[in-house]
C-alpha cells in the first residue's frame, strides 16, 4: 500500500530522457508508443498529400509540423530534457 501512495506522487513519463545528449528516447509508456507510431504512419501520409516533386515548402512545411507536435508531446509528457553524460558514479 505505500508502495502505490509513494508512487501516485511521481510522474509518470511517457518518454524518458536519454542517458547521452539531449533529448528523449524511445518511448516508456503505451501513450507515448501510441504518439511514436502515430508519427511515424502520418510521415507516408504527408508524402502522398503533398509530393515534394510537385512542392517542396508544402512537403517540408507538413514535415515540419508533425516533428513540430512530436517534440510538443515529448516536452509535454516526458522527463525534463537536459544535456547528460551517463550516469552519475557516486564520488568515494
Known amino acids: ?5 509513494r508512487n501516485m506522487n511521481k510522474p509518470r513519463y511517457w518518454f ?3 542517458s ?8 516508456s509508456a503505451w501513450q507515448g508508443w501510441v ?7 502520418l510521415i507516408p501520409v504527408a508524402v502522398r498529400f503533398f509530393p515534394p516533386e510537385h512542392g517542396m515548402a508544402a512537403f517540408l512545411a507538413a514535415l515540419f509540423g508533425l ?3 512530436l517534440i510538443a508531446i515529448c516536452w509535454w509528457k516526458g522527463e ?8 552519475e558514479k557516486p564520488r568515494d
Open 1 to 5: 500500500m505505500v508502495y502505490l501512495i
Open 16 to 18: 524518458h530522457a536519454k
Open 20 to 27: 547521452y545528449g539531449w533529448g528523449w528516447g524511445l518511448p
Open 35 to 41: 504518439a511514436l507510431i502515430t508519427y511515424l504512419v
Open 67 to 69: 516533428s513540430a507536435v
Open 80 to 87: 525534463p530534457p537536459r544535456w547528460r553524460w551517463g550516469e
